[in-house]
């Protein structure tokens, strides 16, 4: 077990990325809390989540900014090396091919956007529009 020098909470794994202190309230706390190199890519990813969830509430789930309308519909989060987009297991299986088109790295119910790469935010766009038709969500 590993503990977090700063907030002395204990995780499996040494190092694990985690929010020490109070969670953010709203998504401009939580991408203001972050690396400042990072924070345009951050913008950009909410910016493109607003734009195709135009009904959706942002709030912060998860200690991530969220997308809900009824029902957790996206997340987004700043990891350490990429952003994560946490649109559910269904979407990743069904955006699979468009996502390696994209060069993105996933996994079970997670996509990960290395701050390097560009971002796809027209894939972005379409995956959060079509957990919201389908019902398929985070």
Not at 31 to 39: P, V
Not at 105 to 127: A, F, M, Q, T, V
Not at 128 to 135: D, V
């Amino acid at each position: 077990m590993w503990k977090c020098p700063k907030c002395g909470r204990t995780f499996k794994k040494e190092n694990q990325g985690h929010y020490c202190g109070e969670a953010p309230k709203t998504i401009d706390e939580y991408i203001n809390a972050q690396d400042e190199e990072f924070r345009s890519q951050l913008y950009a990813v909410r910016e493109a989540l607003k734009r195709s969830l135009p009904d959706a509430t942002e709030k912060i789930a998860w200690s991530m900014p969220t997308y809900w309308q009824g029902h957790n519909i996206i997340h987004f989060a700043a990891n350490k090396k990429h952003i994560g987009l946490y649109p559910g297991p269904e979407a990743v299986a069904h955006f699979a091919e468009k996502l390696d088109q994209a060069g993105c790295k996933y996994s079970k119910g997670s996509i990960r956007i290395h701050y390097s790469e560009d971002l796809p935010l027209e894939l972005i766009s379409e995956i959060a529009e079509w957990c919201r038709e389908t019902g398929n969500h985070a």
